[in-house]
Structure formats: C-alpha cells, structure tokens
C-alpha cells in the first residue's frame, strides 16, 4: 500500500481523493522484558533478540479492555485531525480479538461520541489494518462518506499459549488510529491486496468447539484455542510475498522503490523488515521499525508504528509511505 500525508489546510475543501489527517494511538502500561519472560518460559533475552528483535511488549491486565485501547488512539487521531468526533461517518475497527465477538466497533463509536457514525469491524489479523485502509478508500472515493475513522487494535496476549515459546515471545498488545477523509487529491497511491488461503493453517487461532447434547441433537459448543504457527513457512511467506505486492502497488501508483521516504511494514520480525527492504533496494534507514519495544500488536503495528513516527517528526507531510501488513490468512 503506497500513501503520502498531506497538510490539514488542504483538505479543507473535500474531494473524490482520500487523505490521512490525523493519527494516535495507544498501548497498555504493563510491560513484560524478555528477561522476565525468560522465568516463564525456556528463553533468553538474546534469542529473542537475535531472531526478532523484540525487547519487550506491552500487556493488557485482566481488567483492561480492547475498547479502552481503541477510544484512546481514536481519540488522539481525532484531535491531530483537528475534527469533532460528531463529523465521523464511518468508524471501521480493524481486530481479530474484540471485547465481544458480534464486534466492537459500535461500542467504540459510542464511546468516543461519535454518534452519526455506523460500525463494523474487520477481521484480517496482522492486515487488518491495511486491509481497513482500503475499504476505508472505497467509502470515500465513492463520496459515499467524508470522514472515517480506522482503529487497529489487538490484545492477542488473551489467546497467547504462555506454555509455548515458539509464539509467546512475538506478541503484545496496543492500537493505533488514522482519520481518512475526503481530499481534492488523492493520497492513497496505490494498493494491492493478496490472500492464500492454502496456507491458512501456519497461523490460527481457531474455534475448538466440543459436542454438547441439545434434546435430540449434538451441537457444538466451548471456545477458541491458541494461537499456533508454523513460524518458518510464515518467515518465508513474508519475506516472498511483501516485497511482491509493494512493487504491484508501486506499479499502480506509477512510482519506483526508490521514490519511497519510508517503509512501514507490519511489525512482526526486524530480520523480515530488513530482508524486505534489502529485495526492494531501500536502505535500513528508510524503515519504520518500534517492534523492541512492542513486539508483534497484529492490527495495531503499523497505525502504532505510524503514529510514533510522525509525532517523532520522522515522517513528513507529502512523504511517499509504503505499508504492507502480513500475516494469518496468509
Ligand atoms: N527461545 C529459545 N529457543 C527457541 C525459541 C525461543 N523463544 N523458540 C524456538 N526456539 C528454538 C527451537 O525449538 C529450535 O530449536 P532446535 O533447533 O533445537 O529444534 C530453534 O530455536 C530454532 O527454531 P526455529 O523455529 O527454526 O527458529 P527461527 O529461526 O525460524 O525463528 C521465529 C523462529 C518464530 C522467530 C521465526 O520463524 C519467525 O519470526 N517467523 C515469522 C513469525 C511471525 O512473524 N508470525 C507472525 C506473523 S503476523
């Protein structure tokens, strides 16, 4: 997915184009080190590094929820943009792990205020949010909505088997949020999305449902498992695949890799960051990387990633963004 970001006194007059206004986003207080995992599990702060380069990921407590995380990035996108929660049409939550399974986005418009605005969330796990992105380009290139909010927010730690150190150094929890509004010119560049569905099973958290009598039938009844991968073939899916469908997107917006500012890619692996940005010619320096201290937040990576980067002053206005996310699906 190619975008840039544009000035708000230009998107003033609305037009046919979509444009980011605004970002925020937000991750619980409670952090875990790799040291302090390593009492749980058989780890060590150096594999963890040496093979991810995640330091440490922030964890939602029993108590806290994916709504609260979601309000508050929301919240801070909405005053970036400079906008009244009451002029959001559109509220899109981008999550595979809702408070409530029939979906939370509404909930969250409710709490933010924005009370014009219908919801739905979206289920693409680590794509969820680019895939949000370009839904959210649908609604406003049609002129059917102005303003939509799109939230990334994950608590995969709820579904994490703590058991199994294959998985449960990679994840932590947070959110992120981007304001899409309608702009005169066009600030999504390009995108292109891919699924394959033959490789679904290298990453699930799939129901787990057990027979349950009711009167004459059997039904099936219980709950979802953890999270399990089959962290190579999903190493090499990345590494093949991104690099693939950023040139595919660069083709649609008529750019070359040389003209990306930065590449913004889901953060689930520094060593698929940097072999992506090694196939695509781009230098270390051009890449978005917070994941030592997040960990993979699925959903949230990248609005999260994106965030800190602009509040850093790192990405500019008018800067070319390439963003992929990855992952479960594939
Ligand atoms: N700490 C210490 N050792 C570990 C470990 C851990 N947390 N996890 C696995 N190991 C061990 C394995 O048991 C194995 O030991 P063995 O050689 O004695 O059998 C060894 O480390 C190598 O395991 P392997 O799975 O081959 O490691 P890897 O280099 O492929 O790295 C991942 C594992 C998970 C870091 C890597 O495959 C990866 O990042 N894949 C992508 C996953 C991903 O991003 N998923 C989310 C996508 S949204």
Redo the contacts with the bound molecule.
Sequence with gaps: MILTCIEEKTLKTFGAGMAIAGCGSAAPAGVLTNDELAKV????DE??RT??GIGQRHLTKPQETLSHLAVTAGQQALVMAGVEAESIDLVILATSTPDDLFGSASKIASLLGASRAVGFDVTA??SGFVFGLAIAAQFIRTGVYQRVLLIGADVLSRWVDWTD???????GDGAGAVVCQASPEDRLLGFELYSDGSKNDC?TLSYQGQPRPVGEMAVAAGTYGAIA?N??E??RF?VEKVPEVIEKALYRANLTAEQVDWLLL?Q??Q??IEAVAERLGLPLERTISNLSQYG?T?AASIPLALDEAVRQGKIQPGQVVAASG???GL
């Design positions: 599990v058989d780890t060590s594999w963890i093979r991810t796990a680590c150190r294959g998985t449960c150094v990679l994840f990453l991968m962290g190579r999903v190493y990345a889901h689930a692996n060593r698929i993979n699925s990855f992952g479960a």
